[in-house]
């Protein structure tokens, strides 16, 4: 069975310091990938999408940056990070075809300091 | 283009009366539709999807949902609320567009009273 993995579960951080948040997928080959921000009170923003292996797609231009070096691993990263940057990040992978849905990791709450 | 809006911010049930979520979708294509289910600093679990079978779809924890194509509506029902239901519910639609994405609703928070 397939399944996800994304830690830390919480994270404390300053601002202008680094970020990387990791997220592996286990049990299936050539997901999609997704990388979403739920902040306080408020709805899912998707931040980054990738359909393979070193290609990644923006949906919202921040201080954030995502890489896929491997076929199931997904990093999430800043190089300074921001106050506003605080909030649940979730990451995701879905099949490669088709409206099946997506599977949710447990999130990371991360809060800028 | 595709977007859904659930109408309702907060919903508030008693323990054991019916559960209602409204949602409308509109999308240029023909949509999968979804719906998730997420506890307090929790990742999101899948309740039910809709993928162009039947219009009423059951999900998990008796939850159910109809499609409703003339009303573009995928309204989230469930007879009997358990205080256990209390949490956020998103309403989400894929149009099968590049990258297999999905548009989230704003959610949904219901609250149980015992």
């Known amino acids: 069975s397939q399944t996800i993995h994304q830690w830390p579960a919480t994270l404390v951080q300053p601002v202008g310091s680094p970020l990387s948040l990791e997220c592996t997928v286990e049990g299936t080959s050539n997901p999609n990938l997704y990388w979403y921000r739920q902040a306080a009170g408020r709805g899912l923003q998707l931040l980054f999408y990738s359909v393979g292996i070193g290609q990644i797609s923006s949906e919202v231009p921040q201080n954030l940056s995502a890489s896929r070096p491997q076929d199931r691993q997904f990093i999430l990263s800043s190089k300074k990070l921001l106050l506003s940057d605080s909030g649940f990040y979730l990451c995701a992978w879905s099949i490669n075809s088709g409206g099946y849905g997506y599977t949710f990791g447990s999130g990371t709450r991360l809060t800028v300091v | 283009a595709q977007s859904v809006t659930q109408l309702d911010s907060h919903v508030s049930v008693s323990e054991g009366t019916p559960v209602l979520l409204r949602c409308n979708y509109s999308s240029s294509y023909s949509p999968s539709l979804f719906w998730y289910v997420q506890h307090p600093n929790k990742g999101l679990q899948l309740l039910l999807k809709?993928?162009?079978?039947?219009?009423l779809v059951k999900g998990i924890n008796g939850f159910e949902a109809e499609f409703k194509k003339s009303e573009t509506s995928f309204h989230l029902t469930k007879p009997s609320a358990h205080m256990s239901d209390a949490a956020e519910y998103f309403c989400v639609v894929s149009a099968g567009n590049a990258g297999n994405m999905l548009t989230f609703g704003g959610g949904t928070r219901l609250m149980v009273k015992p």
């Open positions: 809709y993928t162009s079978a039947a219009t």
